[in-house]
Every structure is written in structure tokens, then in C-alpha cells.
């Protein structure tokens, strides 16, 4: 759990008080973090993208959905889902019935997206995208 931890205080300083935030690292791709919304159990929705373009299209390279759980000792961030529009690519780690539900879990899903998101937080990390030569936007 303390890796989910990690993964939702890197999500709250990154998006701060906003509800949407892109930051940009000279170098690098921009990072679009926003807040989009509720999951049918009622906790917030984060998604975290790297941004390019294509034929002018705007494609996410990749984005990654995090849930945030309440819990008592520290909320929790749990990645949901991956995406990456240049590969054509989007993995969801739960099915979901009629009402939104979540109904079966993909466990080896979850595990390669934790391996996943503990990398890229960690570069994110290193090219400052944490740090104060970050530009943010509203």
C-alpha cells in the first residue's frame, strides 16, 4: 500500500488545488494532470498524460487513470487504466457491469501499471515536473 501512498501524494502535489493543471519541463513532452470526476463508488478520478501531436490531433503518450480511495491512514491512488493514442493502445485493469460497477479484475494488469507509474513518477521526478522550474497552467 505504501507504493499507492506514493502514487497519491505525487498526484495531489502535481495537481495542487487545481482541477486541471499542465505543467511543462523544457525538453520534454507537457504533462496534463485533471481531476475527471467520480467513480460509481464516489471516489475522485485523476488522469496523468504526456501530450503530442499528430496530423493535428492531440494524442496521449501515454495516460494513465488513477482512483483515489479515502482511507484512514493516507488516501491511496490505484491506477485503473492505461493508454497510449501512438501505439493505439487502452487497457482497463476492471470490467464493469450496467450500473458502472466493477465486476472482474485483470491482476496482472494492476501489477504491470504499478510497475509502470512507479517509473514514470520517478522520472517525472527527475525531469522536474515536481520541481520549481516546472511551468504550470491553469
Same mark, same amino acid.
Given at each position: 500500500m505504501k507504493?499507492?501512498? #506514493?502514487?497519491a501524494?505525487?498526484?495531489?502535489?502535481?495537481? @495542487?488545488? /487545481?482541477?486541471? !493543471?499542465?505543467?511543462? !519541463?523544457n @525538453?520534454f %513532452?507537457?504533462?496534463?494532470v485533471e481531476n475527471?470526476?467520480q *467513480?460509481a463508488? @464516489?471516489n475522485?478520478?485523476? &488522469?496523468?498524460?504526456h501530450t503530442?501531436e499528430?496530423n493535428? /490531433?492531440? %494524442?496521449? /503518450?501515454?495516460e494513465m487513470?488513477?482512483e483515489? #480511495?479515502a482511507?484512514?491512514?493516507?488516501p491511496v &491512488?490505484e491506477p485503473l487504466?492505461?493508454?497510449n /493514442?501512438? %501505439?493505439g493502445l487502452?487497457?482497463e !485493469?476492471?470490467?464493469?457491469d450496467?450500473?458502472c460497477? +466493477?465486476t #472482474? !479484475?485483470?491482476a496482472s494488469?494492476?501489477q504491470?501499471l504499478? *510497475?509502470?507509474?512507479r %517509473?514514470w513518477?520517478?522520472?517525472?521526478?527527475?525531469?522536474?515536473?515536481?520541481g +520549481?522550474?516546472?511551468?504550470?497552467?491553469?
Open positions: 507504493t499507492y501512498q #506514493h502514487f501524494t505525487v498526484l495531489a502535489q502535481l495537481l @495542487g488545488n /487545481d482541477t486541471a !493543471v499542465r505543467l511543462t !519541463v @525538453g %513532452m507537457p504533462l496534463s475527471i470526476g *467513480s463508488e @464516489g475522485r478520478l485523476i &488522469a496523468i498524460s503530442g499528430q493535428g /490531433d492531440l %494524442m496521449r /503518450d501515454p487513470v488513477f483515489i #480511495h482511507w484512514a491512514d493516507a &491512488a487504466s492505461f493508454r /493514442d501512438y %501505439m487502452m487497457q !485493469v476492471y470490467r464493469y450496467d450500473s460497477k +466493477k #472482474h !479484475v485483470n494488469l494492476k504491470e504499478k *510497475s509502470f507509474a %517509473m513518477f520517478r522520472n517525472l521526478k527527475e525531469q522536474g515536473f515536481l +520549481k522550474d516546472a511551468i504550470r497552467e491553469r
